[in-house]
C-alpha cells in the first residue's frame, strides 16, 4: 500500500505535467512535447517504495501543476537551476538554485508553479512515509524521529538551506552517471542513500540540544569562539590566544567545542575552510592556488591534499569541470 501510495503521486504529477504521455512507475524517460517546451525528464524506481526525478527542462508558458488527492510522503530534492515554488495551505515557498530541501506532505493537494522560459534542472528522490520510519530506525528497533511528530498540526513541513559540499559531489556524480546511462543500479542505490544520510544527518539527526555539561554563559563563550576562528580563518589565532579572547581555559574550551560541534577546535575550522575553498571554486573567480591563500593555507600542495581527502576530488578537477559546464 504505501509503495502504491508513492507512484500514485508521481504518476499524478507527470500526468498533470505532460499529459500526452503514458505514465509508469518504471525506469522510463520522458521527452517533453514541442508545444509544451523542450527538455526532459528522467524517472526511476530504485526501490518499490521510492523514486528518484532528474528534471532537465524549460517551459515555453509558465505552467501551475495542480495535484490532487495527494498521499503522504516525503521529498528529498536538489536545485541546482531555475526554480519551483510549492503551495499548499502554508504560505508558499520557493526552492531556489543551489538549494536542498527535505520536505514532509501530508496534504490533500498541491500546487507547483514554474515560469516560462527559464531552464529547470532539478533532482527529487521521493519515498513513503513507511520507508522514511525504516531508515530513521535504530539498530535496537527505536525511532526517535517521527513523521507525524515532525509535522505536528501541520500539513506541509520543509527544511532547506545551501547543498552541502560533500553532497553536492554525490548528486554530480549520481546526474552525470543517469545523463549517460552509465550507472548501475547498485552504484544508484548507495548514491541515493548516501545523500539521504547526509540530508537527514543535516536536516535532523545533528540538531541537539543545549549541553547539559555547560552551563549557559560557557556555551555562549564557545559559541563565540566558534564566530571568530571562522571569521579570521586565514589568521586564526591559537588555542591559547583563543581561550584567552573568550574568558575560557584552554581545556575547557577543547572539550566544550568538541562536545557542541561534534569535532576539535581545528578540525572544526579545517571543514570550514574547504567549505569555504570549494564555494570559491565553484564561483570561478580564484584559481586553485588563489583559493587555498584565501583559506589561510600557505602550501597549495597541503591544500590539494585536505581537499581531495575530504572532498574525493582534486580542486582543480572541480574547477575545470566547472569551466567545462559554463563553456
Known sequence: MHAAAIH??????????EPHTQHEASSQRIQLQPSAGAGMLQRL??????????????????KTVELKSLKPMVELGYCLQGSRTTSLS?????????????QL??????????????????????????????????????????????????????????????????????????????????ELECRMLELLLLAFRSFLLDV???????????????????????????????????????????FKLKVGFKEMYGNTVF???????????????????LNVSEAAFAIGYSNPSHFAEAFRKQYGVNPGALLRQRSGILS
Open 8 to 17: 500514485y503521486n508521481f504518476n499524478h504529477f507527470f500526468t498533470q505535467l
Open 45 to 62: 524506481q530504485p526501490r518499490p517504495d521510492m523514486e528518484l526525478v532528474l528534471s532537465d527542462f524549460h517551459l515555453t508558458e509558465g
Open 90 to 102: 502554508n504560505p508558499r515557498q520557493q526552492i531556489m538554485p543551489g538549494q536542498w530541501s527535505l
Open 105 to 186: 506532505i501530508n496534504a490533500e493537494s498541491a500546487q507547483l508553479e514554474f515560469d516560462a522560459g527559464l531552464p529547470v534542472k532539478m533532482l527529487g528522490i521521493g519515498m513513503s512515509v513507511a520507508a522514511f520510519h525504516h531508515f530513521l530506525t535504530d539498530t535496537a528497533g527505536g525511532r526517535t524521529i517521527d513523521f507525524n511528530k515532525l509535522l505536528g498540526s501541520k500539513t506541509y513541513r520543509i527544511f532547506q538551506e545551501k547543498v552541502d559540499p560533500g553532497a553536492a559531489i554525490i548528486l554530480q556524480r549520481l546526474i552525470d552517471g543517469l545523463q549517460t546511462g552509465e550507472v548501475h543500479r547498485i
Open 208 to 250: 541537539k540540544e543545549s549541553s547539559p555539561m555547560l552551563t549557559k554563559d560557557e556555551q555562549a563563550r564557545i559559541e563565540m569562539a566558534r564566530t571568530i576562528i571562522t571569521e579570521r580563518m586565514e589568521e586564526p589565532p591559537s588555542l591559547l590566544q583563543l581561550s584567552r579572547l573568550v574568558g575560557l581555559n584552554d
Open 267 to 285: 578540525g572544526y575550522l579545517r571543514e570550514k575552510r574547504l567549505e569555504r575553498a570549494w564555494l570559491l571554486l565553484q564561483e570561478g573567480r
